[in-house]
C-alpha cells in the first residue's frame, strides 16, 4: 500500500539553527501539506501546496518557513531559525485532490523535532 | 472559515462499553468529512469519511459516523469498545471542490479504554 515517507523521524536542533524535514507524498497526489502537533494539543494546518505553489498559509506560517518541491518525488518544510516554541511533531501529508477534491489526506508517520 | 469543534477532551470508558463522540463543525459550503484516529505514538490514521450519499457511513473497526446536515454534526460511534481502541480521535473537515484546501481538524477527543 502506498504512503506518505517522512525523515528524518526525530530531529534535535539548537535554536537558531535551520531545518529542513522531508517528506516524499504518495505518488500519484498532486496536493501536498504540513501540519504540526506541539505535543498534546491539536493538529495544526501550516500550509498547503498545489502545483508548485503554495496554496494556503496559516498564521503559523510566517516568513521563518518555506516548502519547496526540488523534484518529482520531495516536499521539504524548511524553518530558517528555530525557536523553542517550534518543537512539536510535524506531519507531512498528501491527497489526490484533482477536481472536485474529494479525497481524504494520507499522512506521514511524522518528525519529531526538538529545539533545544 | 472552516472549524471544527469536538465535545469532549477526554472520555473514560470501560471495555465493551458503546461508544459517541460528537463533532461540530462550522461552514456555509458543501464539507466532505472525515475521522482520524491516532494510536500511542503513531500517525494519523483515517477510520471513515463522508463524501456525499448515504449520511451514516461504516469505518474500519466496527467504527460508524451519521452526517446530520441540519445539524452541522459528524458523530462518531461504536456499539462496544475494545481497550485498543485507547486513542485520540480527530474529526475533521474539507471544503469540497477547493483546489489544494487544507483540511481543518478539530482538537481532538483523547479515548481511554479501561480493560
Known amino acids: 500500500e502506498p504512503e506518505v515517507t517522512q525523515t528524518p523521524s526525530h530531529q534535535v536542533t539548537q535554536m537558531g539553527q535551520e531545518v529542513i524535514l522531508r517528506c516524499v507524498p504518495i505518488?500519484?497526489?498532486?496536493?501536498f501539506y504540513w501540519y504540526r502537533q506541539i505535543l498534546g494539543q491539536k493538529v495544526e494546518f501550516l500550509v498547503s501546496f498545489y502545483n508548485n505553489e503554495i496554496s494556503e498559509k496559516s498564521e503559523i506560517f510566517d516568513d521563518q518557513f518555506s516548502v519547496e518541491r526540488p523534484d518529482g518525488s520531495n516536499f521539504t518544510l524548511k524553518i530558517r531559525s528555530t525557536k523553542l516554541e517550534d518543537s512539536a511533531m510535524y506531519f507531512c501529508?498528501?491527497?489526490?485532490?484533482?477536481?472536485?477534491?474529494?479525497?481524504?489526506?494520507?499522512f506521514g508517520q511524522g518528525t519529531r523535532l526538538t529545539v533545544v | 472559515a472552516q472549524s471544527v469543534s469536538q465535545h469532549n477532551h477526554h472520555v473514560i470508558l470501560s471495555e465493551a462499553a458503546s461508544l459517541e463522540l460528537g463533532c461540530n463543525y462550522s461552514y456555509g459550503g458543501t464539507v466532505n468529512l472525515f475521522w482520524y484516529v491516532q494510536y500511542p505514538g503513531q500517525h494519523l490514521q483515517l477510520l471513515l469519511k463522508?463524501?456525499?450519499?448515504?449520511?451514516l457511513v461504516k469505518g474500519i473497526k466496527g467504527f460508524e459516523a451519521e452526517f446530520i446536515k441540519s445539524k452541522f454534526s459528524f458523530n462518531l460511534r461504536k456499539p462496544s469498545v475494545q481497550w485498543s481502541d485507547t486513542a485520540e480521535y480527530f474529526c475533521a473537515v474539507n471544503a469540497r471542490g477547493n483546489y489544494g484546501q487544507n483540511f481543518v481538524f478539530g482538537p481532538g477527543t483523547r479515548l481511554s479504554v479501561l480493560p
Open positions: 505518488s500519484n497526489h498532486l496536493y
Open positions: 501529508a498528501s491527497s489526490v485532490g484533482q477536481g472536485a477534491g474529494n479525497t481524504e489526506a494520507f
Open positions: 463522508y463524501f456525499s450519499g448515504d449520511p
